[in-house]
């Protein structure tokens, strides 16, 4: 099993940035590809980012493409999300996972924007 744990979440000012971090566990040797997800209040999970193993390639949804960044640092078992211009919309929990969701979902870290 890997486990999955996402922390750097916080209260901001529109505009501003956070970093979050993704932290593997467990049985990391079947990590691959990994993504960040979100979830605002009401509504679904989506997708947010993607890198693979090597750092590329890395995609983004159209939504953030331009604002965040995703990178990984595979010594450490862990990803990372730069979030800058951060806006109202997006505000919500935030997760890491495979793009397939291989793996069981962490708590998320809760990111909210104020305007």
């Known amino acids: 099993q890997v486990q999955l744990v996402e922390s750097g979440g916080g209260l901001v000012q529109a505009g501003g940035s956070l970093r979050l971090s993704c932290v593997a566990s467990g049985r990391t040797s079947r990590i691959a590809t990994m993504g960040w997800f979100r979830q605002a209040p009401g509504k679904e999970r989506e997708f947010i980012a993607s890198i693979a193993w090597g750092g590329t390639p890395t995609d983004y949804a159209d939504s953030v493409n331009g604002r965040f960044t995703i990178s990984r640092d595979n010594a450490k078992n862990t990803v990372y999300l730069q979030m800058n211009s951060l806006n109202p919309e997006d505000t919500a929990v935030y997760y890491c996972?495979?793009?397939?969701?291989?793996?069981?979902w962490g708590k998320g870290t809760l990111v909210t924007v104020s305007s």
């Open positions: 996972n495979s793009p397939n969701n291989d793996f069981n």
